[in-house]
Nanobody, 126 residues
Framework: QVQLIESGGGLVQAGGSLRLSCAAS????????LGWFRQGPGKEREFVAA????????SYGDSVKGRFIISRDRAKNTAYLQMTNVEPEDTAVYYC???????????????????WGQGTQVTVSS
């Protein structure tokens, strides 16, 4: 069992930056592939980014490619989502997810993940 806690959300102006964190307790995150998803008002939860256990394999949703970066820090048992050049369309609740995985695997389908955080709200003003 692993508990995920997101933080770092808030209100930001369009064109600005924000860094989300996903801290874990209960188990080390090194055993898990990680992902970020988001759910905007009236929308389905959508894939944002994923990273393998190694940290060397990443994947991004089309709408955030070139603007967001996913990373992980083993020493801090934390994952991050660096958001830059944000747009009003990025407004959503952002969720961190974890899945026990092999070393190089990553996952883009939300149904593949086993553990979820409670989410953190990101609001981008125009």
């Amino acid at each position: 069992q692993v508990q995920l806690i997101e933080s770092g959300g808030g209100l930001v102006q369009a064109g600005g930056s924000l860094r989300l964190s996903c801290a874990a307790s209960g188990r080390t995150l090194s055993a898990f592939a990680l992902g970020w998803f988001r759910q905007g008002p009236g929308k389905e939860r959508e894939f944002v980014a994923a990273i393998s256990r190694s940290g060397g394999q990443t994947s991004y949703g089309d709408s955030v490619k070139g603007r967001f970066i996913i990373s992980r820090d083993r020493a801090k048992n934390t994952a991050y989502l660096q958001m830059t050049n944000v747009e009003p369309e990025d407004t959503a609740v952002y969720y961190c997810a974890a899945k026990a995985a092999t070393y190089l695997a990553f996952y883009t389908n939300r149904q593949q993940y086993d553990y979820w955080g409670q989410g953190t709200q990101v609001t981008v003003s125009s």
